[in-house]
Protein backbone atom coordinates (compact mmCIF):
# COMPACT_ATOMS: atom_id res chain seq x y z
CA UNK A 1 0.00 0.00 0.00
CA UNK A 2 1.23 3.68 -1.22
CA UNK A 3 0.72 7.22 0.45
CA UNK A 4 0.84 8.38 3.30
CA UNK A 5 -1.25 8.00 6.39
CA UNK A 6 -2.11 10.81 8.89
CA UNK A 7 -2.74 10.26 12.67
CA UNK A 8 -3.93 13.15 15.12
CA UNK A 9 -3.71 13.92 18.55
CA UNK A 10 -6.41 16.05 19.88
CA UNK A 11 -4.84 15.98 23.56
CA UNK A 12 -4.58 18.19 27.12
CA UNK A 13 -2.02 20.94 25.68
CA UNK A 14 -2.58 21.13 21.58
CA UNK A 15 -3.55 19.36 18.84
CA UNK A 16 -0.50 16.99 16.94
CA UNK A 17 -0.49 15.58 14.12
CA UNK A 18 1.73 12.83 12.38
CA UNK A 19 2.11 11.30 8.97
CA UNK A 20 3.86 7.85 7.98
CA UNK A 21 4.83 6.02 5.07
CA UNK A 22 3.83 2.30 4.21
CA UNK A 23 6.42 1.32 6.00
CA UNK A 24 5.42 3.19 9.28
CA UNK A 25 8.48 5.43 8.74
CA UNK A 26 7.57 8.95 10.30
CA UNK A 27 7.57 11.70 7.73
CA UNK A 28 6.67 14.43 9.52
CA UNK A 29 5.52 16.29 12.50
CA UNK A 30 3.71 19.39 13.58
CA UNK A 31 1.92 20.50 16.49
CA UNK A 32 -0.76 23.62 17.52
CA UNK A 33 -1.06 24.33 21.01
CA UNK A 34 -4.30 25.15 22.66
CA UNK A 35 -5.35 27.17 25.41
CA UNK A 36 -6.19 25.84 29.06
CA UNK A 37 -9.74 24.93 29.50
CA UNK A 38 -11.76 26.96 31.41
CA UNK A 39 -12.17 25.68 34.94
CA UNK A 40 -14.69 26.58 37.76
CA UNK A 41 -14.36 24.12 40.61
CA UNK A 42 -15.13 20.73 39.17
CA UNK A 43 -16.23 22.29 35.89
CA UNK A 44 -13.70 22.05 33.10
CA UNK A 45 -15.10 22.85 29.75
CA UNK A 46 -13.42 23.68 26.46
CA UNK A 47 -14.81 25.71 22.90
CA UNK A 48 -14.82 22.69 20.83
CA UNK A 49 -14.49 25.31 17.59
CA UNK A 50 -11.18 25.78 19.56
CA UNK A 51 -9.88 22.13 18.88
CA UNK A 52 -10.93 22.17 15.76
CA UNK A 53 -9.04 25.65 14.75
CA UNK A 54 -5.96 23.94 16.18
CA UNK A 55 -6.47 20.58 13.85
CA UNK A 56 -6.74 23.00 10.94
CA UNK A 57 -3.53 24.74 11.32
CA UNK A 58 -1.25 21.77 12.39
CA UNK A 59 -2.57 19.98 8.95
CA UNK A 60 -1.56 23.23 7.62
CA UNK A 61 2.58 23.44 9.06
CA UNK A 62 1.88 19.76 8.58
CA UNK A 63 1.92 20.98 4.57
CA UNK A 64 5.19 22.75 4.61
CA UNK A 65 7.29 19.40 4.78
CA UNK A 66 4.70 16.87 3.59
CA UNK A 67 2.91 16.37 0.35
CA UNK A 68 -0.61 16.22 1.82
CA UNK A 69 -1.61 14.87 -1.43
CA UNK A 70 -0.40 11.74 -0.77
CA UNK A 71 -2.73 11.50 2.17
CA UNK A 72 -4.35 7.85 1.71
CA UNK A 73 -6.23 7.89 5.57
CA UNK A 74 -6.90 9.70 8.55
CA UNK A 75 -7.13 8.66 12.03
CA UNK A 76 -8.28 11.20 14.84
CA UNK A 77 -7.72 10.13 18.89
CA UNK A 78 -8.65 12.44 21.51
CA UNK A 79 -8.79 12.68 25.66
CA UNK A 80 -10.90 9.97 27.01
CA UNK A 81 -14.50 10.89 28.13
CA UNK A 82 -14.40 14.34 26.62
CA UNK A 83 -17.85 15.38 25.26
CA UNK A 84 -20.42 17.28 23.75
CA UNK A 85 -24.25 17.43 22.10
CA UNK A 86 -24.56 18.63 18.80
CA UNK A 87 -27.14 19.47 15.96
CA UNK A 88 -27.88 17.03 13.36
CA UNK A 89 -25.09 19.33 11.16
CA UNK A 90 -22.41 19.11 13.55
CA UNK A 91 -22.45 22.17 15.54
CA UNK A 92 -22.07 22.13 18.53
CA UNK A 93 -24.86 22.54 21.00
CA UNK A 94 -22.69 22.69 24.21
CA UNK A 95 -19.38 23.44 25.42
CA UNK A 96 -16.75 20.25 25.32
CA UNK A 97 -17.03 18.73 28.86
CA UNK A 98 -13.10 17.69 29.36
CA UNK A 99 -12.26 14.65 30.27
CA UNK A 100 -11.06 15.24 33.97
CA UNK A 101 -14.77 17.19 34.45
CA UNK A 102 -16.18 16.19 37.29
CA UNK A 103 -19.47 18.55 37.72
CA UNK A 104 -21.91 14.84 37.14
CA UNK A 105 -22.04 13.60 40.86
CA UNK A 106 -25.62 13.55 40.72
CA UNK A 107 -25.63 11.63 37.70
CA UNK A 108 -22.81 9.31 38.40
CA UNK A 109 -24.98 8.12 41.16
CA UNK A 110 -27.90 7.38 38.96
CA UNK A 111 -25.32 5.34 36.39
CA UNK A 112 -23.83 3.23 39.69
CA UNK A 113 -27.62 2.07 40.28
CA UNK A 114 -27.61 0.83 37.24
CA UNK A 115 -25.00 0.04 35.51
CA UNK A 116 -23.14 -3.08 35.78
CA UNK A 117 -19.74 -3.25 37.95
CA UNK A 118 -17.50 -4.13 34.82
CA UNK A 119 -18.95 -1.09 32.71
CA UNK A 120 -16.87 1.70 32.03
CA UNK A 121 -19.50 4.49 32.73
CA UNK A 122 -18.85 4.90 36.65
CA UNK A 123 -17.80 8.56 37.98
CA UNK A 124 -18.59 11.74 37.98
CA UNK A 125 -15.91 12.21 34.74
CA UNK A 126 -17.28 9.71 32.80
CA UNK A 127 -18.96 10.17 29.52
CA UNK A 128 -22.85 9.20 30.64
CA UNK A 129 -22.76 10.97 33.41
CA UNK A 130 -21.80 14.52 31.34
CA UNK A 131 -23.99 12.98 28.53
CA UNK A 132 -26.92 13.06 31.41
CA UNK A 133 -26.06 16.37 33.17
CA UNK A 134 -25.75 17.95 29.74
CA UNK A 135 -29.62 16.56 28.94
CA UNK A 136 -30.84 17.46 32.59
CA UNK A 137 -29.02 21.18 31.97
CA UNK A 138 -30.11 22.05 28.78
CA UNK A 139 -28.89 23.19 25.62
CA UNK A 140 -28.63 25.27 22.83
CA UNK A 141 -29.85 23.36 19.48
CA UNK A 142 -31.66 20.84 18.17
CA UNK A 143 -29.72 17.81 20.35
CA UNK A 144 -28.72 15.01 17.38
CA UNK A 145 -25.64 13.91 18.62
CA UNK A 146 -24.07 12.96 21.69
CA UNK A 147 -19.94 12.91 20.12
CA UNK A 148 -16.38 12.25 21.45
CA UNK A 149 -13.84 14.99 21.02
CA UNK A 150 -12.04 12.60 18.40
CA UNK A 151 -15.35 11.69 17.18
CA UNK A 152 -16.45 15.06 16.26
CA UNK A 153 -13.19 16.27 14.45
CA UNK A 154 -13.45 12.93 12.39
CA UNK A 155 -16.49 13.70 11.84
CA UNK A 156 -15.40 17.35 10.65
CA UNK A 157 -13.37 16.14 8.52
CA UNK A 158 -15.62 13.46 6.83
CA UNK A 159 -19.20 16.16 6.70
CA UNK A 160 -20.66 13.07 8.60
CA UNK A 161 -21.41 12.94 12.20
CA UNK A 162 -22.38 9.92 14.85
CA UNK A 163 -19.57 7.41 14.40
CA UNK A 164 -17.58 6.53 17.38
CA UNK A 165 -15.03 3.40 17.97
CA UNK A 166 -14.86 1.05 20.65
CA UNK A 167 -12.54 2.86 22.85
CA UNK A 168 -14.03 5.89 23.24
CA UNK A 169 -17.67 4.77 23.00
CA UNK A 170 -16.33 2.53 26.54
CA UNK A 171 -16.98 5.56 29.18
CA UNK A 172 -20.57 6.05 27.94
CA UNK A 173 -21.62 2.97 28.80
CA UNK A 174 -20.67 0.56 25.32
CA UNK A 175 -20.67 -2.43 26.34
CA UNK A 176 -17.59 -3.77 24.38
CA UNK A 177 -18.15 -7.88 25.23
CA UNK A 178 -21.12 -7.79 23.25
CA UNK A 179 -20.40 -5.41 21.26
CA UNK A 180 -23.51 -3.57 22.03
CA UNK A 181 -25.48 -0.64 23.32
CA UNK A 182 -26.62 -2.17 26.83
CA UNK A 183 -30.21 -2.60 27.76
CA UNK A 184 -30.23 -0.71 31.29
CA UNK A 185 -29.50 2.55 29.47
CA UNK A 186 -32.99 2.87 29.04
CA UNK A 187 -33.16 2.77 32.36
CA UNK A 188 -31.45 6.14 32.68
CA UNK A 189 -33.81 7.76 29.90
CA UNK A 190 -30.56 7.80 27.35
CA UNK A 191 -32.39 8.21 23.82
CA UNK A 192 -31.22 5.85 21.75
CA UNK A 193 -31.05 8.28 18.63
CA UNK A 194 -28.35 10.36 20.41
CA UNK A 195 -25.55 7.51 20.60
CA UNK A 196 -23.55 6.98 18.00
CA UNK A 197 -22.93 4.07 15.57
CA UNK A 198 -19.62 2.48 17.13
CA UNK A 199 -17.27 0.95 14.79
CA UNK A 200 -13.67 -0.92 15.77
CA UNK A 201 -10.55 1.53 15.45
CA UNK A 202 -9.00 2.25 12.38
CA UNK A 203 -12.76 1.00 10.20
CA UNK A 204 -12.61 3.65 7.43
CA UNK A 205 -16.37 5.01 7.36
CA UNK A 206 -16.39 8.22 4.93
CA UNK A 207 -13.77 9.79 2.52
CA UNK A 208 -13.17 13.31 3.49
CA UNK A 209 -15.85 15.91 2.73
CA UNK A 210 -14.78 17.36 -0.47
CA UNK A 211 -14.70 21.26 0.02
CA UNK A 212 -12.86 20.64 3.10
CA UNK A 213 -10.16 18.90 0.72
CA UNK A 214 -10.24 21.62 -1.19
CA UNK A 215 -9.27 24.30 1.45
CA UNK A 216 -6.74 22.06 3.18
CA UNK A 217 -5.11 20.64 0.02
CA UNK A 218 -5.80 17.10 1.22
CA UNK A 219 -6.68 14.76 -1.90
CA UNK A 220 -10.84 13.88 -2.00
CA UNK A 221 -10.06 10.25 -1.97
CA UNK A 222 -8.55 10.28 1.66
CA UNK A 223 -10.53 8.25 3.66
CA UNK A 224 -11.51 9.12 7.31
CA UNK A 225 -11.28 6.02 9.72
CA UNK A 226 -12.91 5.49 13.47
CA UNK A 227 -10.71 6.80 15.91
CA UNK A 228 -9.43 5.78 19.81
CA UNK A 229 -8.37 7.45 22.85
CA UNK A 230 -5.31 9.43 23.42
CA UNK A 231 -4.46 6.85 25.66
CA UNK A 232 -4.70 3.82 23.61
CA UNK A 233 -2.57 5.48 20.54
CA UNK A 234 0.14 5.73 23.00
CA UNK A 235 0.05 1.90 23.58
CA UNK A 236 0.03 2.07 19.98
CA UNK A 237 2.62 3.56 19.56
CA UNK A 238 5.24 1.91 21.72
CA UNK A 239 4.41 -1.34 18.78
CA UNK A 240 3.73 -3.95 21.41
CA UNK A 241 1.69 -6.44 20.26
CA UNK A 242 1.44 -9.79 21.63
CA UNK A 243 -0.53 -11.48 24.12
CA UNK A 244 2.00 -10.55 27.56
CA UNK A 245 3.30 -7.08 26.16
CA UNK A 246 2.95 -4.55 29.01
CA UNK A 247 3.74 -0.69 28.89
CA UNK A 248 4.61 0.99 32.27
CA UNK A 249 3.84 5.09 31.85
CA UNK A 250 6.08 6.58 34.66
CA UNK A 251 4.73 9.88 35.23
CA UNK A 252 3.03 12.02 38.31
CA UNK A 253 1.34 8.83 38.75
CA UNK A 254 2.37 4.34 37.85
CA UNK A 255 -0.18 3.28 35.00
CA UNK A 256 -0.06 0.02 33.86
CA UNK A 257 -1.10 -2.03 30.63
CA UNK A 258 -0.99 -5.26 29.34
CA UNK A 259 -2.37 -6.57 25.64
CA UNK A 260 -4.47 -9.67 27.33
CA UNK A 261 -6.65 -12.46 25.08
CA UNK A 262 -9.66 -11.68 26.76
CA UNK A 263 -11.27 -8.79 28.77
CA UNK A 264 -10.47 -7.99 32.68
CA UNK A 265 -12.36 -5.85 34.85
CA UNK A 266 -11.93 -4.84 38.20
CA UNK A 267 -14.23 -1.97 39.27
CA UNK A 268 -13.17 -1.84 42.56
CA UNK A 269 -9.58 -1.34 41.77
CA UNK A 270 -10.28 0.44 38.52
CA UNK A 271 -8.82 -2.04 36.57
CA UNK A 272 -11.04 -2.05 33.01
CA UNK A 273 -10.19 -3.21 29.65
CA UNK A 274 -10.16 -1.94 26.58
CA UNK A 275 -11.15 -3.65 22.94
CA UNK A 276 -8.25 -4.06 20.26
CA UNK A 277 -9.96 -6.44 17.76
CA UNK A 278 -9.50 -9.61 19.63
CA UNK A 279 -7.84 -8.61 22.17
CA UNK A 280 -8.13 -6.70 24.95
CA UNK A 281 -6.14 -3.74 26.82
CA UNK A 282 -6.00 -4.01 30.33
CA UNK A 283 -4.85 -1.63 32.71
CA UNK A 284 -4.84 0.04 36.27
CA UNK A 285 -3.32 3.32 37.68
CA UNK A 286 -1.22 3.48 41.15
CA UNK A 287 -1.49 6.34 42.92
CA UNK A 288 2.46 5.54 43.61
CA UNK A 289 5.02 7.23 40.63
CA UNK A 290 6.53 10.10 39.88
CA UNK A 291 4.75 12.82 42.05
CA UNK A 292 5.71 10.27 45.28
CA UNK A 293 8.92 11.15 43.89
CA UNK A 294 8.30 14.68 44.51
CA UNK A 295 7.61 14.41 47.98
CA UNK A 296 11.02 14.14 48.85
CA UNK A 297 13.20 15.20 46.14
CA UNK A 298 13.11 18.01 43.17
CA UNK A 299 13.87 17.03 39.91
CA UNK A 300 17.33 18.47 39.68
CA UNK A 301 18.40 16.56 42.68
CA UNK A 302 17.15 13.10 41.17
CA UNK A 303 19.40 13.45 38.30
CA UNK A 304 22.14 14.42 40.66
CA UNK A 305 21.75 11.20 42.82
CA UNK A 306 21.10 8.73 39.51
CA UNK A 307 24.72 8.39 39.31
CA UNK A 308 25.08 7.11 42.88
CA UNK A 309 22.45 4.46 42.24
CA UNK A 310 23.47 0.90 42.35
CA UNK A 311 21.13 -0.91 40.42
CA UNK A 312 22.63 -4.18 41.18
CA UNK A 313 22.89 -3.82 45.02
CA UNK A 314 19.66 -4.08 46.49
CA UNK A 315 18.77 -1.76 49.51
CA UNK A 316 16.41 -4.29 50.86
CA UNK A 317 14.23 -1.29 51.96
CA UNK A 318 10.85 -2.24 51.51
CA UNK A 319 8.82 0.82 50.68
CA UNK A 320 5.75 1.77 49.38
CA UNK A 321 5.50 5.23 47.91
CA UNK A 322 2.85 7.07 47.94
CA UNK A 323 2.30 11.13 47.98
CA UNK A 324 -0.61 11.34 50.36
CA UNK A 325 -2.52 8.56 52.03
CA UNK A 326 -4.81 6.35 49.19
CA UNK A 327 -4.43 3.48 47.06
CA UNK A 328 -6.33 1.97 43.98
CA UNK A 329 -4.60 -0.29 42.40
CA UNK A 330 -2.41 -2.75 43.18
CA UNK A 331 -3.92 -2.09 46.59
CA UNK A 332 -7.53 -1.16 47.01
CA UNK A 333 -7.67 1.28 49.95
CA UNK A 334 -8.74 4.72 50.29
CA UNK A 335 -6.38 4.78 53.71
CA UNK A 336 -3.17 3.63 52.97
CA UNK A 337 -0.42 5.35 54.17
CA UNK A 338 2.71 5.48 52.85
CA UNK A 339 5.40 3.23 53.42
CA UNK A 340 8.74 5.30 53.72
CA UNK A 341 10.89 3.96 56.91
CA UNK A 342 13.09 3.53 57.98
CA UNK A 343 15.13 6.72 56.03
CA UNK A 344 18.96 5.90 55.50
CA UNK A 345 21.34 8.69 56.49
CA UNK A 346 22.43 9.28 52.75
CA UNK A 347 19.72 10.60 50.11
CA UNK A 348 21.04 8.49 47.75
CA UNK A 349 20.36 5.20 49.45
CA UNK A 350 17.03 6.52 50.72
CA UNK A 351 16.17 7.75 46.97
CA UNK A 352 17.53 4.01 45.45
CA UNK A 353 15.02 3.12 48.40
CA UNK A 354 11.92 4.93 46.34
CA UNK A 355 12.68 3.85 43.31
CA UNK A 356 12.87 0.39 44.24
CA UNK A 357 9.90 0.49 45.99
CA UNK A 358 7.70 1.79 42.81
CA UNK A 359 8.97 -1.11 40.83
CA UNK A 360 8.00 -3.19 43.70
CA UNK A 361 4.24 -1.55 43.03
CA UNK A 362 4.68 -2.36 39.24
CA UNK A 363 5.27 -5.71 40.05
CA UNK A 364 2.57 -6.30 42.03
CA UNK A 365 0.29 -4.74 39.68
CA UNK A 366 1.40 -7.09 37.10
CA UNK A 367 0.76 -10.12 39.20
CA UNK A 368 -2.70 -8.10 40.33
CA UNK A 369 -3.77 -8.14 36.61
CA UNK A 370 -2.28 -11.49 36.41
CA UNK A 371 -4.58 -12.89 39.34
CA UNK A 372 -7.34 -11.40 36.90
CA UNK A 373 -6.85 -13.88 34.21
CA UNK A 374 -3.94 -11.36 32.07
CA UNK A 375 -1.14 -14.08 30.45
CA UNK A 376 1.77 -14.29 32.03
CA UNK A 377 4.12 -11.00 31.17
CA UNK A 378 6.20 -11.00 28.40
CA UNK A 379 7.94 -7.37 28.55
CA UNK A 380 7.59 -4.21 29.67
CA UNK A 381 8.11 -1.53 27.68
CA UNK A 382 8.15 1.94 29.61
CA UNK A 383 6.95 5.57 28.71
CA UNK A 384 7.11 8.56 30.70
CA UNK A 385 9.56 10.97 31.81
CA UNK A 386 10.64 8.15 34.80
CA UNK A 387 11.38 5.72 31.76
CA UNK A 388 14.73 7.91 30.60
CA UNK A 389 16.08 7.38 33.83
CA UNK A 390 18.47 4.30 32.65
CA UNK A 391 19.03 3.07 36.63
CA UNK A 392 15.73 2.62 37.41
CA UNK A 393 15.38 0.56 34.29
CA UNK A 394 17.65 -1.73 35.18
CA UNK A 395 15.81 -1.49 38.95
CA UNK A 396 12.55 -2.34 37.23
CA UNK A 397 14.29 -5.39 34.82
CA UNK A 398 15.44 -7.03 38.04
CA UNK A 399 12.37 -6.52 40.42
CA UNK A 400 9.91 -7.56 37.24
CA UNK A 401 12.30 -10.26 35.91
CA UNK A 402 11.02 -9.58 32.55
CA UNK A 403 12.89 -7.32 29.57
CA UNK A 404 12.13 -3.56 30.12
CA UNK A 405 12.90 -1.38 27.42
CA UNK A 406 12.16 2.21 26.64
CA UNK A 407 9.62 3.14 24.12
CA UNK A 408 11.41 4.35 20.83
CA UNK A 409 7.59 6.34 19.92
CA UNK A 410 5.37 7.23 22.13
CA UNK A 411 3.68 10.04 20.62
CA UNK A 412 -0.11 9.01 20.67
CA UNK A 413 -0.21 10.67 16.81
CA UNK A 414 2.61 8.22 15.92
CA UNK A 415 -0.38 5.43 17.73
CA UNK A 416 -3.43 6.79 15.23
CA UNK A 417 -0.67 7.12 12.17
CA UNK A 418 -0.46 3.59 12.39
CA UNK A 419 -3.85 2.80 12.96
CA UNK A 420 -4.79 4.56 10.10
CA UNK A 421 -2.04 2.12 8.30
CA UNK A 422 -2.93 -0.81 9.84
CA UNK A 423 -6.55 -0.60 9.62
CA UNK A 424 -9.20 -2.30 12.36
CA UNK A 425 -6.55 -5.16 14.53
CA UNK A 426 -7.34 -8.62 13.90
Keep these: MGGLFLGIDVGTGGVRACTIDAQAGI ?9 APRVDGNAIDQTPELWWQATV ?8 T ?16 TLLLTDAAGRPCTPGLMYNDARATHQAARVAAIAPAESGAHGASSALAKLLYLLDHGSSGDISHAVHQADWIAGRLAGRYGISDENNALKLGY ?5 SWPAWLDQLGVRRDLLPQVLVPGTPFAEIDPALARTLGLPPSAQIAAGTTDGVAAFIATRADQPGDAVTSLGTTLVVKQLATQPI ?8 SHRLGDRWLAGGASNSGGAALLMHFTADEMERLTPQVEPDQPTGLDYYPLPKPGERFPIADPALAARITP ?22 AYRQLAGLGAPRLRRVIGIGGGAKNEAWTRIRHRTLGVPVTVAEQTEASYGAALLALNGAPP
Excluded: C, M, N, W
Design 175 to 179: DPVAR
Design 343 to 364: RPAEDHRFFQGLLEGIASVEAL
Design 27 to 35: RGFASTALP
Design 66 to 81: VDLGEITRIVVDGTSG
Design 57 to 64: DTIGKLGK
Design 265 to 272: FAADQGVY
